[in-house]
Nanobody, 123 residues
Framework: QLQASGGGLVQAGNSLRLSCAASGRTFSTYGMGWFRQAPRKEREFVASISWPGSVTYYAASLKGRFTISRDNAKNTVYLQMSDLEPEDTAVHYC??????????????????WGQGTQVTVSS
């Protein structure tokens, strides 16, 4: 129901935009989030956005390099990643939680997960 795409191999300093498209159902009134998991590390929070999109929240470690947004007409959430670093290498997952107007930063808060898309940043 959630399909993440847009990952790839890029050099440090470049940008990528990830997409997460919902299918099979509408995710109106759902808050959305992005998480990532690097090899041998736990899944960590990246960013979240409320329904309909007025509230966003980011992991402090990102230092303002990422931007989350959503296009509700397309049932799609985006993660614009800029100035990528090798430390950003991970499988990136999108997730959904039914709740309007608020955001969530813990993985346990989300009900639906996409399959993940690999982001690899070379130095």
């Amino acid at each position: 129901q959630l399909q993440a795409s847009g990952g790839g191999l890029v050099q440090a300093g470049n940008s990528l935009r990830l997409s997460c498209a919902a299918s099979g159902r509408t995710f109106s009134t759902y808050g959305m989030g992005w998480f990532r998991q690097a090899p041998r590390k736990e899944r960590e929070f990246v960013a979240s956005i409320s329904w309909p999109g007025s509230v966003t929240y980011y992991a402090a470690s990102l230092k303002g390099r990422f931007t989350i947004s959503r296009d509700n007409a397309k049932n799609t959430v985006y993660l614009q990643m800029s100035d990528l670093e090798p430390e950003d290498t991970a499988v990136h997952y999108c997730a959904a939680r039914r709740a309007a107007g608020i955001v969530f930063s813990t993985a346990a808060s989300y009900d639906y997960w996409g399959q993940g898309t690999q982001v690899t940043v070379s130095s």
